[in-house]
T-cell receptor, first 110, second 109 residues
């Protein structure tokens, strides 16, 4: 089993561009989460999903959208990237707890 | 929502000594408290967790204690080794977790 797989691993965008980060899990987990990690601030929850077709806002949802059309995939979209969205993005999945994390996507917005 | 605070932000210990990291939480409804270890450039990895119906849990050199009344929990690492050097995060919640800001632990050889 691959666990939680995130693509891409690295990306550089220009301000105003859009992109989608993909998270895929092969553990048949109901819950999936998107976090951002910034220096000195730990992990902050952006959006999460409690099952296929559901999404909910986390602590820092502004500027991001998500979709969970298939149980195994959770997509994070940036419609108009801003320099403040430069961060490392982690996806996680769980069946209750604990959460299992992917390797992260390092995103830079110029 | 839940608010988790973690102290200290940095911790330097001599190899073989113990390390203690403390966290407090605000939401009395939180019932799950994991600890994650993150090495540079890697994913957070669960090292131990505790649920609110348990006061203490131990796994080899790692232990976690929980005081529900005071709303705080702590990570204890005994006989520290150089490979224990990493950033440690506490978290609290139920299905959603709030994370502390992290503690950078350095074990001096």
């Amino acid at each position: 089993n691959a666990g939680v797989t995130q693509t891409p691993k690295f990306r550089v965008l220009k301000t105003g561009q859009s992109m989608t980060l993909l998270c895929a899990q092969d553990m048949n987990h109901e819950y999936m989460y998107w976090y951002r990690q910034d220096p000195g601030m730990g992990l902050r929850l952006i959006h999460y999903s409690v099952g296929e077709g559901t999404t909910a806002k986390g602590e820092v949802p502004d500027g991001y959208n998500v979709s969970r059309l298939k149980k195994q995939n959770f997509l994070l979209g940036l419609e108009s990237a801003a320099p403040s969205q430069t961060s490392v993005y982690f996806c996680a999945s769980s069946e209750g707890q604990p959460q299992h994390f992917g390797d992260g996507t390092r995103l830079s917005i110029l | 929502g839940e608010n988790v605070e973690q102290h200290p932000s940095t911790l330097s210990v001599q190899e073989g000594d113990s390390a203690v990291i403390k966290c407090t939480y605000s939401d009395s409804a939180s019932n799950y408290f994991p600890w994650y270890k993150q090495e540079l450039g890697k994913r957070p990895q669960l090292i131990i967790d505790i649920r609110s119906n348990v006061g203490e849990k131990k796994d080899q050199r790692i232990a976690v204690t929980l005081n529900k009344t005071a709303k705080h929990f702590s990570l204890h690492i005994t006989e520290t080794q150089p490979e224990d050097s990493a950033v440690y995060f506490c978290a609290g919640g139920e299905n959603k977790l709030s994370f502390g800001a992290g503690t950078t632990v350095t074990v001096r050889a």
